[in-house]
């Protein structure tokens, strides 16, 4: 199994420019999730999802967009890219017992806005 | 709310030395817990669990135990290897307000450095 795939694994965007980071899991998930990981600050949530057509907000969807269409897909969109969102996104993805299986990762996306 | 804090680092130790990472927490209700693992350049691995108290949650010579009388989940491992370099995140699933809610909360993440 592939588990959670996210792409592209790199990305130079110029400010103001939009994008849509990937993420796709075939592990039939319901729970899925973005996180933002800056250095030294850990993990922040900013969105997350619990199944095909529900989104709800984390703590720092400001930016950000979502949309889950697909069990499998779970597509995270910048609009208006800016310095602030230069970091490494990680997508996420838990069955529904997520209490006693945590999360599995993809292996991130470096996105870095100039 | 729920939240974790863990040891600051880094932490930078010679190959065989013991290992201690530090992890207290606050929840709501009965969290499970949990302690990943990121090597440099990849992303986070669950490396080991414990879903109630006094559970012991071991794997690759890592251990941590569930001690809710002191709220902490403090990962040890007896003999360092150059290999276990990484970032460790401890992290907790809990509900928010009593609800069905189970967002992962993590740790700001500790930095192992093992000197062979």
């Known amino acids: 199994n592939a588990g959670v795939t996210q792409t592209p694994k790199f990305r130079i965007l110029k400010i103001g420019q939009s994008m849509t980071l990937q993420c796709t899991q075939d592990?039939?998930?319901?729970?899925m999730y973005w996180y933002r990981q800056d250095p030294g600050m850990g993990l922040k949530l900013i969105y997350y999802?619990?199944?095909?057509?529900?989104?709800d907000k984390g703590e720092v969807p400001n930016g950000y967009n979502v949309s889950r269409s697909t069990t499998e897909d779970f597509p995270l969109r910048l609009e208006l890219a800016a310095p602030s969102q230069t970091s490494v996104y990680f997508c996420?993805?838990?069955?529904?017992?997520?209490?006693?299986?945590?999360?599995?990762f993809g292996s991130g996306t470096r996105l870095t806005v100039v | 709310g729920n939240s974790v804090t863990q040891m600051e680092g880094p932490v930078t130790l010679s190959e065989e030395a013991f290992l201690t990472i530090n992890c207290t927490y606050t929840?709501?209700?009965?969290?499970?817990l949990f302690w990943y693992v990121q090597y440099p350049g990849e992303g986070l691995q669950l490396l080991l669990k414990?879903?109630?108290?006094?559970d012991k949650g071991s794997n690759k010579g890592f251990e941590a135990t569930y001690r809710k009388e002191t709220t902490s989940f403090h990962l040890e491992k007896g003999s360092v290897q150059v290999s276990d370099s990484a970032v460790y995140f401890c992290?907790?699933?809990?509900?928010?307000?009593?609800?069905?809610?189970?967002?992962?909360?993590f740790g700001k993440g500790t930095l192992l450095t093992v000197n062979p």
């Open positions: 992290a907790l699933s809990a509900s928010n307000s009593g609800g069905s809610n189970y967002k992962l909360t």
């Open positions: 592990m039939n998930h319901n729970y």
């Open positions: 999802s619990v199944g095909a057509g529900i989104t």
């Open positions: 929840a709501t209700g009965y969290p499970s």
């Open positions: 996420a993805s838990s069955p529904r017992d997520r209490g006693l299986y945590g999360y599995t």
């Open positions: 414990a879903t109630k108290a006094d």
